[in-house]
């Protein structure tokens, strides 16, 4: 598809390189569907992304694993920018804003996207636009342009290919989990209540995917909650369209969330979701799909009346699974966010 005018694009990714997640994976996917659409996108991050982007996408790598007031990291993207000169310069997340708000007029237009909910969005306040991935981070903003652009999953080739991909196990009601292994996903909370529920879940499987430092842990949680036979962490995989469509329900167990890939990608498949009450899930789910805290025991009533019921779960989740169908693509993500960057740099029409 090709856009009314076309931009030179420099999106920024700060995150040091030891871990893949949401942000990472939005950002690969919008300047993938920013270059389809005609532009020249060009993307600044730790060397070990470069592999993640596609072909039609340049790549820049950045000393990202320095700190964000570090000067060698600030001149290193500023001789970036001199060489791309870019019309928009997008930062992805909080590390990202600030470096770029450094960055003076190397850009004509300056775009920040808010990722997760944080006690302060002060870095993004000296950029031109703001964008946030769901309503409640959006409430929190101050910035006088700000715009709601939820992240978007690749839909064409949904439900193609089922057999392919990870497998799950067979004869049992499969329950998964995705995310980083990291104490923000609550996964140790997932896995206490998981055992709480006891002989309620014996003919269950929980299969959590992702990798991260928390591994180690999670698996000594297992051992010793003796759930060997019941829990599974599976690792990082990258396409799991295949475990969505075959898996019955999707729990996040996160303490805190911008905008759940899982949550997207599940609905999109037609998987119903539960959830620990955060930004996403929050805006999207029925108050019956979400628990009452945080706690393991609310995390295990929530499952269990799930588990119980999925039929009727899934009924009442019809119109967030239409909704995600409507609006959660990757097309609906990256026209919404053209149209910003038109709107930024006056919508002119010349080879930016």
């Not at 996917?29 to 659409?37: C, F, K, Q, S, V």
Request: net charge positive; aromatic share 4%.
């Amino acid at each position: 598809m090709t856009s009314p005018a076309r931009l030179t694009i420099a999106l920024l990714v700060a995150t040091p390189g030891t871990t893949w997640g949401g942000m990472e994976q939005h950002t690969a996917d919008l300047a993938g569907a920013l270059a389809e659409r005609g532009h020249s996108v060009h993307v600044l991050g730790h060397k070990s992304y470069r592999d993640r982007f596609p072909a039609v996408v340049h790549f820049h790598p950045l000393p990202a694993q320095l700190g964000r007031r570090n000067l060698w990291l600030q001149l290193a993207l500023r001789r970036r920018l001199r060489d791309i000169t870019p019309a928009i310069l997008h930062a992805q997340g909080n590390k990202a804003a600030q470096l770029v708000s450094r960055t003076g007029k190397l850009a004509r237009a300056r775009i920040g996207t808010v990722h997760g909910t944080k006690s302060s969005h002060k870095a993004f306040d000296r950029l031109d636009a703001v964008i946030a991935v769901s309503p409640r981070i959006l409430a929190t903003l101050r910035h006088p342009r700000k715009q709601l652009i939820y992240n978007g999953v690749e839909t064409r080739n949904r439900r193609l290919k089922t057999d392919d991909g990870p497998e799950l196990p067979t004869g049992v009601t499969n329950v998964i989990a995705v995310g980083r292994l990291e104490s923000v996903k609550g996964f140790d909370t997932l896995i206490r209540a998981w055992a709480t529920l006891g002989e309620s879940v014996s003919n269950c499987h929980l299969t959590i995917f992702g990798e991260g430092s928390q591994r180690s842990q999670l698996e000594q949680l297992i051992r010793r909650l003796e759930l060997e036979h019941s829990v599974t962490l599976a690792g990082f995989r990258d396409n799991l369209e295949s475990v969505y469509s075959r898996a019955e329900l999707t729990v996040i167990s996160s303490e805190r969330e911008g905008f759940p890939y899982a949550l997207a990608e599940s609905l999109l498949s037609g998987c119903p979701v539960v959830s620990t009450p955060v930004s996403g899930p929050r805006d999207l789910l029925p108050e019956t799909s979400l628990s009452k805290g945080h706690r393991d025991r609310d995390l295990a009533d929530l499952i269990g009346r799930a588990l119980a019921d999925l039929e009727t779960l899934k009924v009442r989740q019809q119109p967030a699974m239409a909704f995600a169908r409507e609006t959660l693509t990757i097309q609906a993500m990256a026209e919404q966010t053209e149209a910003l960057y038109l709107s930024a740099v006056g919508g002119h029409r010349d080879n930016l």
